[in-house]
């Protein structure tokens, strides 16, 4: 392993994971191959250490266990280190802007992490740090989620199905993985569909965003309450209805708005009439609320494949932003005689 680190090519120019609309197919797709092609490496007993001497500031400002997890098993597998900076532990929100906050993290690490309430505090980190900033979750979008998604979709693909044949229905309410699930699909030329009750649909600037993936890529954009539309999924997708902000609306009135229609129970996945469709959740979530016990622990779920896919897509992007990618591949491909 001694000159694996040689191998690594440091670009000079910056960019960040902030949102999938800035990256192409082929760009979401090379993400995608790294973190496939490392997983099934390390899975076989291979070691790497190609992110030796680099380290990851991750920002929290929220909970999380898939997230930190899989973020800093990734480096840690790479070689690298995380730093997990919680609420609390550092001057951020006490003493200190989010702008120097950005511009020291910046200096000391070679990539940043932020898992944020509000979208425009990934974008100020951004805006001001020199090294590769990547949103864990704001209140706009999940984007390292969309990787995890989409590799999940690939490892589950229908037989006799090519990706962009695919129909995805996210059941219940707008939240950002929601709309992630519709850009990362659309961006793959999928055929995405959110029912729900219509005052929980997704925005029209989010659709908008589908639309104009669907104009380049193929595949369709539905929104609706029409619950016709779940007959032909091939994935059957929902996340919790309430529980994601401190302040928000009250439990009782989301469970009035979903609850029973939306809940994603045997009938529901039934009524896809495809015995085969796969049931996928971002968790935590609040069983026999947004979805049944039976449903979860069920022989479709796939929704721990999913969360175990969240480290094979930090692997990805660490590994891509980390500007190590291409040697780890490489690396591996020497390794393996091929």
Same mark, same amino acid.
Request: aromatic share 8%.
């Given at each position: 392993?001694?000159?694996?680190?040689?191998?690594?090519?440091?670009?000079?120019?910056?960019?960040?994971?902030?949102?999938?609309?800035?990256?192409?197919? +082929?760009?979401?797709?090379?993400?995608?191959?790294?973190?496939?092609?490392?997983?099934?490496? =390390?899975?076989?007993?291979?070691?790497?250490?190609?992110?030796?001497?680099?380290?990851?500031?991750?920002?929290?400002?929220?909970?999380?266990?898939?997230?930190?997890?899989?973020?800093?098993?990734?480096?840690?597998?790479?070689?690298?280190?995380?730093?997990?900076? %919680?609420?609390?532990?550092?001057?951020?929100? %006490?003493?200190?802007?989010?702008?120097?906050?950005?511009?020291?993290?910046?200096?000391?690490?070679?990539?940043?992490?932020?898992?944020?309430?509000?979208?425009?505090?990934?974008?100020? @980190?951004?805006?001001? %740090?020199?090294?590769?900033?990547?949103?864990?979750?704001?209140?706009?979008?999940?984007?390292?989620?969309?990787?995890? $998604?989409?590799?999940?979709?690939?490892?589950?693909?229908?037989?006799?199905?090519?990706?962009?044949?695919?129909?995805?229905?996210?059941?219940?309410?707008?939240?950002?993985?929601?709309?992630?699930?519709?850009?990362?699909?659309?961006?793959?030329?999928? *055929?995405?569909?959110?029912?729900?009750?219509?005052?929980?649909?997704?925005?029209?600037?989010?659709?908008?965003?589908?639309?104009?993936?669907?104009?380049?890529?193929?595949?369709?954009?539905?929104?609706?309450?029409?619950?016709?539309?779940?007959?032909?999924?091939?994935?059957?997708?929902?996340?919790?209805?309430?529980?994601?902000? $401190?302040?928000?609306?009250?439990?009782?009135?989301?469970?009035?708005?979903?609850?029973?229609?939306?809940?994603?129970?045997? &009938? @529901?996945?039934?009524?896809?009439?495809?015995?085969?469709?796969?049931?996928?959740?971002?968790?935590? %979530?609040?069983?026999?609320?947004?979805?049944? &016990?039976? +449903?979860?622990?069920?022989?479709?779920?796939?929704?721990?494949?999913?969360?175990? *896919?969240? =480290?094979?897509?930090?692997?990805?992007?660490?590994?891509?932003?980390?500007?190590?990618?291409?040697?780890?591949?490489?690396?591996?491909?020497?390794?393996?005689?091929?």
């Amino acid at each position: 392993m001694d000159d694996l680190y040689t191998l690594v090519n440091k670009v000079p120019s910056k960019k960040d994971f902030i949102d999938t609309t800035d990256f192409d197919q +082929v760009e979401i797709l090379d993400i995608i191959k790294t973190a496939r092609v490392v997983r099934d490496y =390390l899975k076989s007993g291979g070691v790497l250490d190609t992110l030796y001497h680099k380290n990851l500031a991750m920002l929290f400002e929220q909970k999380s266990t898939r997230t930190r997890v899989s973020f800093e098993v990734a480096m840690s597998e790479l070689g690298g280190h995380a730093l997990n900076l %919680a609420p609390g532990a550092i001057q951020l929100g %006490a003493h200190e802007t989010i702008e120097d906050t950005a511009q020291v993290l910046g200096r000391m690490c070679d990539m940043i992490m932020a898992r944020v309430d509000r979208h425009a505090s990934v974008e100020a @980190l951004a805006k001001y %740090a020199d090294v590769p900033v990547l949103n864990g979750m704001s209140d706009y979008n999940h984007p390292t989620q969309e990787i995890g $998604d989409m590799i999940t979709i690939l490892d589950h693909l229908p037989e006799g199905k090519k990706y962009n044949d695919i129909k995805v229905v996210f059941v219940g309410d707008c939240t950002q993985v929601c709309a992630s699930l519709m850009m990362i699909t659309t961006k793959m030329g999928m *055929n995405f569909v959110h029912y729900g009750p219509e005052n929980k649909w997704l925005s029209e600037d989010y659709q908008k965003i589908g639309r104009e993936n669907i104009k380049k890529y193929g595949g369709s954009v539905t929104v609706t309450d029409n619950r016709e539309v779940l007959k032909g999924a091939d994935f059957i997708y929902t996340d919790v209805w309430y529980g994601l902000y $401190d302040k928000e609306t009250p439990k009782e009135v989301y469970m009035k708005d979903f609850y029973p229609t939306y809940q994603v129970n045997d &009938d @529901l996945m039934n009524a896809t009439e495809n015995p085969n469709c796969k049931f996928m959740h971002c968790l935590p %979530a609040n069983r026999n609320e947004e979805v049944t &016990d039976s +449903v979860m622990d069920g022989k479709n779920s796939i929704c721990f494949d999913q969360a175990e *896919n969240r =480290l094979t897509a930090q692997r990805g992007l660490v590994l891509h932003f980390g500007h190590a990618a291409q040697a780890t591949l490489d690396y591996i491909k020497q390794k393996e005689g091929k």
